[in-house]
Every structure is written in C-alpha cells, then in structure tokens.
C-alpha cells in the first residue's frame, strides 16, 4: 500500500505525544481520516458533532494536560465552525492545532465548492498559520507549528488541500532552484529558562520586604505553582486573591484566600484591592482594571512568562519575566518574613463571615430552588480531585463562590473569551485526559442547549461524565447586565414551553432527571455522580436570583433601581427573591 503524505502529519503528531485529535470528517479531509485509520493505534480519532465542540475540546485538553490540543475538520464551511474554539484557546493562551482541508489545487481559485481561504480566514486567530503546498515540506512544518503553539501559548494552523492529503509521501514534484532543502526538524520543544534575573529577584524582594499590607493576586499562570504561592503568603503575611481562571492556585478553605476579585468575587478581595499598599501579581492578565488599584495608590511587582504582559494593566514598579513556580522559589529565599500578622487576620476574619453569607444563601428550603442550594449539593456531594467545567453567565458566578478547591480539585471555563457552549466539550475532554477523575459540567440551560449534542458523543464514548444543568430558563448574566445599565430587560428570557433537557440525555442512553422540587436535589446529584456512564440532572432554579458583586457599589444600585422605575416586568419575584437572601443570611 502506498504511503500518502496525510501519514507523515499523522505519525509526526504521534512523535510529538498527540494521542488524541477531535474533529468531524468531511469530504475536504479525507485523505487526512485515511492517515488517521491507517495510524489509529497510535491516534485516537473523538467524532464529535460540531466543529465548535472540537476546538474547544482541543483547548480543554490543553488546559487539563499542558500538552497540546489538535482539532481537525473539512474545508469551508467545517474550517470556519472551528473558530470560537480555537479563539477560546487564544486568548486563554493555550497550545492548540487546528488541521484544515481544502480544495484541490487545481482548482483553487475558480470559485470552486466551498472554497473558502481558511489561511486568510486565521491570520487573526493563529501564530502559526500555512496552506501546505507540497508534500515534501511534511513532517518539517508540523514541527515548526507544534514548536509555535508551544512558544506563544497559542493557536497554529496547517491547511492541507485535498491532492497533497493523498500524494505520495514521497512526492516533491517541483524543480528545487533555491539554494535549500526542506528542513530536517525534530519533534522537540525546549521552554525557555524559568527564573528570572537575579537583579529584578533583588529588587522585587527589596519592595515585598518593605510592604506593610501585602497582598497577592494569582491567575492562571500560576496554578502549577500552588506551594510557592503559599510559601510567599505565609512568608509575607499577604492575604492571595484568585482570578476566576486561577481559581484552583490555591485552596479556598486556605488561611491565605480572600477568594475572587471582580463582579464574581468577593467583598474580602474588594476591600483587600482598595485597602493593600503592594500589590505582587503572579501569572496574571487580569483586564478587568475598574477593579484593580488605582494607578500611583500602591507598589507593584509582577511575574509573567511574557514580557509584553509586564505592565500591561497596572505600572509596574518591578516587573520579573519567568515562569511562576520557578520564580517565587528563587524569590523566597530573598524574602523576610513579617511577623506582624494583623493585617492578614483582618482579612480571615472577613472571610469567614463571607463563607457564613454564602452558606446561608445555600437554602435548601427556597422555593423555587436557589442556584447556590445547587452548587452547593455538588460541591459536597463532589470528591476531592474532581474537574468542574463551567460554563458563562450566572453559573460562573455561583461557581466561583460554591465551588469549593480543596485537594486535588480543578476548575476550567473559558476566561477570557468568556464564551457560551464550552462547558460540555470541556468535560469531555478533561475525561478523556482523565479517565479515574470525577468530571462534572456545570451549565446553564442556554450555553448547554448551544452544544448539547455533544452529551450523545459522551454516551457513545461510555464516559461517566456529569452534567448539572443550572436551568433559569433565560440568558441570566446578560438580564442582570441590562437592568445594571438602568434598563428593564428585554428579550432575555425563553418562555413557554420549558425546557426539559433530561429527556434528552434519557433518549441517549444516559441517566436523566428533572428537578423542580427542592428536597430532591442533593439526592440527585448524588444518583448522577454516581452512574457509571454519562448523566444530567436537570434543575430549574429561580430565575430571579440576581448574582450580586461581592461590594454593591452606590452607581449600581442607582441604575438598578432605575431599571424597576423604567417597567421592570419581574420586579415583584426579583424583590422577593432579594428579600429571601436577606432572610437567610440574617437567619444564619
């Protein structure tokens, strides 16, 4: 059997420990499925039903390993489905390969059937981003852009039209007149060195020493670094705010943790920004900058991996480049430790009587069922290394402040595209990553109804993951948004008839309950955990509960109560809803 050029991109992904490449087939990518079959004990090909769902599949498991994530799909129409995935993975900065079809050669050019330049379609989204020509130029550039992905923490594309997939793998058809071969590449990447410059180490350790309220903010980029952020903390006596994507940096129950900071975080992490004098920000791009200190107001020291993000939203006094764990071990030794402790106590006592408030909302006789009660059944029904996968909107918010990181937890969505409909894809990856580990999706009806034919690629794959539908039959985040801006909402909720999405996780062979009672939550969410195939429960849960930031500000409240002056058409439920928060925590 002759050897095809598709079976030198195939095996050289191998090479590089790709075992795993989402996708849907299509006539633009045929050739390429023929090097997956002939290959296919070394790659495993995931047949998913929307190209959407690959690519973030793709940056799920890039997220949940740290290796690269590869996505593939036809020409056209199905190149074009790939990119809110693989924007997902941009702006998260994660390494992702997205392989493309294309039409023949021959007839590029013509207007042919879905001829579509997916190269052109890229140059935003890619770092790496080329139409292959010639076979010969295999497996060279699939090193080159796996070497990119990995470089830039992002996206790398390779188009390969239809008559290159099926040529000969040994085929260089043209006249070479450059003074040049193909290049001989090897299936390597090397990091670049980790610690930074012993002069930036000095300085930074000259400012962190003379802080009197320290404070640290932790993002993304440092959740493999957990036991040197607590070592600075304890060291410093700083209180550590989380980004919602550094969630997992360290643990909630923490002595350290003030919990989130932004409209999902946490009045202790509010106050701390406004109240801190040097502020450390570890691996973090944080953009949200109403909701940092202001400029002038504080000393800053930053460690990022990338030099173009030192400084990027706040001034930064000392900025160190390097990664995050091997930087603040070679800080720590610099570091002396403050044993005045009264500013870190204040902020525990601020924290445990927010855990007290946010217990107290997990009510659960509110009728109908308070999404906190919900999340709050998962996380103590969950185990200690369990994957949550969120997705965006109101769930984010009672994720960020129910879901508890204890153990070996983790906790994934998407953070800075802040899409709908990656919550599903997500959990199937993390499961495929992560075969023993608990995988739970927590979703809102609307994200799950953009992607929800991916619960049947869960079922046909056997995998035990559970998805918890945060049902409030309405777009909640943007509902609030508008009534923030001052204006009643409008054209946010679905209405008649409900939603019932257990019927379809029944009709796939899955384990599917519908809750409307509130008695029955905990019980099942327990039953779904523990079914040992894919399983969705269903909860319809009061749709006029508003996700509240940590600290009100006074403009907010203005234009809230605008909205219900303008003709708020739920103002009535929206107050009684408000007014049973207020119960419960003055109940507790």
């Not at 056209?76 to 390969?97: E, F, M, R, S």
């Not at 670049?192 to 180490?201: A, H, S, Y």
Request: with cysteine.
């Amino acid at each position: 059997m002759t050897e095809i050029a598709s079976e030198i991109l195939i095996r050289r992904l191998a090479d590089w420990g790709v075992d795993t490449v989402f996708g849907l087939p299509g006539d633009g990518i045929n050739g390429i499925m023929e090097g997956l079959r002939r290959h296919s004990d070394r790659v495993r090909f995931v047949l998913v039903h929307h190209e959407e769902a690959a690519a973030f599949m793709a940056a799920a498991h890039a997220k949940a390993t740290g290796r690269i994530g590869v996505c593939l799909a036809t020409s056209g129409p199905g190149g074009i489905h790939l990119l809110n995935g693989l924007y997902d993975a941009k702006l998260d900065h994660q390494p992702v390969l997205a392989i493309t079809g294309m039409q023949e050669t021959s007839v590029l050019g013509t207007g042919y059937q879905q001829e579509v330049h997916l190269d052109r379609l890229y140059e935003d989204v890619a770092e790496y981003n080329l139409v292959v020509d010639n076979p010969a130029q295999l497996p060279g550039v699939v090193d080159i852009a796996i070497r990119t992905a990995y470089a830039r923490r992002g996206v790398a594309h390779l188009c390969l039209p239809n008559d290159v997939q099926v040529a000969p793998a040994d085929a260089d058809p043209y006249q070479h007149v450059a003074p040049a071969r193909p290049p001989a590449t090897a299936p390597v990447y090397l990091p670049p060195p980790g610690v930074p410059r012993q002069e930036d180490l000095r300085a930074a350790a000259e400012v962190l020493n003379a802080a009197r309220r320290p404070a640290i903010l932790a993002g993304a980029g440092a959740l493999h670094a957990r036991e040197e952020v607590l070592a600075v903390a304890e060291t410093l006596g700083a209180p550590v705010i989380k980004t919602l994507p550094g969630k997992a940096v360290i643990p909630d129950d923490s002595p350290y943790a003030v919990g989130g900071i932004g409209l999902l975080g946490t009045r202790p992490g509010e106050e701390l920004v406004e109240d801190c004098d040097t502020l450390l920000m570890v691996g973090t791009n944080f953009p949200y900058t109403k909701h940092l200190p202001e400029p002038g107001t504080v000393r800053v020291v930053q460690i990022d991996a990338d030099p173009a993000r030192a400084g990027v939203r706040m001034p930064t006094e000392v900025p160190m480049i390097g990664d995050a764990k091997e930087g603040l071990a070679a800080l720590l030794p610099l570091l002396h430790r403050n044993d005045d402790r009264a500013h870190l106590e204040k902020y525990q006592k601020a924290m445990a009587a927010w855990r007290e408030n946010m217990a107290a909302l997990e009510n659960p006789e509110r009728a109908p069922i308070a999404p906190q009660y919900l999340i709050g059944c998962v996380d103590r029904a969950a185990s200690d290394d369990a994957i949550l996968t969120c997705d965006s909107g109101t769930i984010a918010t009672w994720a960020a402040r129910h879901w508890t990181i204890r153990g070996d937890r983790e906790f994934y969505l998407s953070g800075n595209l802040a899409t709908m409909a990656p919550g599903l894809p997500y959990a199937i990856a993390a499961q495929l990553a992560h075969p023993d580990r608990q995988v739970i999706a927590f979703i809102g009806d609307g994200g799950f109804a953009m992607l929800m034919a991916e619960f049947l690629t869960a079922a046909r794959l056997g995998l035990p993951i559970t998805v918890v539908v945060n049902n409030n039959d309405s777009l909640g985040q943007i509902l609030w948004e508008q009534m923030v801006l001052g204006y009643p909402e409008h054209g946010v909720r679905f209405g008649a008839p409900a939603s019932d999405f257990s019927a379809w996780a029944r009709s796939c062979g899955g384990y599917g309950r519908k809750v409307t009672d509130p008695a029955e939550v905990d019980e099942a969410v327990r039953q779904a955990l523990a079914h040992p195939g894919p399983a969705l429960v269903d909860v319809d849960v009061d749709p006029n509960e508003p996700p509240m930031p940590g600290k009100v500000a006074r403009d907010q409240a203005v234009r809230f109560a605008e909205a219900f002056l303008k003709g708020q058409p739920h103002k009535a439920a929206i107050a009684t809803t408000l007014f049973k928060d207020k119960i419960s925590q003055l109940g507790r």
